[in-house]
């Protein structure tokens, strides 16, 4: 079940501080900012949302942006996007 930053397990917590330290290293500004169910990490535009697990040390993680470019990258698991409706 997906919960916000604060009342995920703590696993999954560290994974998403980790993961945002990670993009830390790279000179490009990243922001996270908590709220809601997910946090969305930013760069000028918010470019992804986390969501937490509230019993497992586990992330899923949306991309904004084309499928096919972020299957290029080796080690990632991309599955396909339910459809959505609206903008």
């Known amino acids: 079940m997906p919960c916000n930053h604060k ?13 945002f330290e990670a993009l830390n290293q ?3 500004g990243v922001e996270r900012k908590q709220g809601g169910h997910y946090c969305g990490l ?4 918010t470019f992804a949302y986390i969501s937490h697990s509230k019993r497992t ?13 972020a299957k290029e990258f080796e080690g990632l ?3 396909p996007r ?5 903008t």
Do not use: M, Y
């Open 57 to 69: 040390g586990h992330l899923n993680i949306w991309f904004l942006g084309s499928e096919d470019e």
């Open 42 to 45: 930013w760069a000028g535009r």
């Open 77 to 79: 698991k991309v599955k």
């Open 7 to 19: 009342d995920a397990c703590s696993d999954s917590r560290k994974l998403c501080d980790q993961l």
């Open 26 to 28: 790279k000179p490009i």
């Open 82 to 86: 339910s459809e959505t409706a609206g």
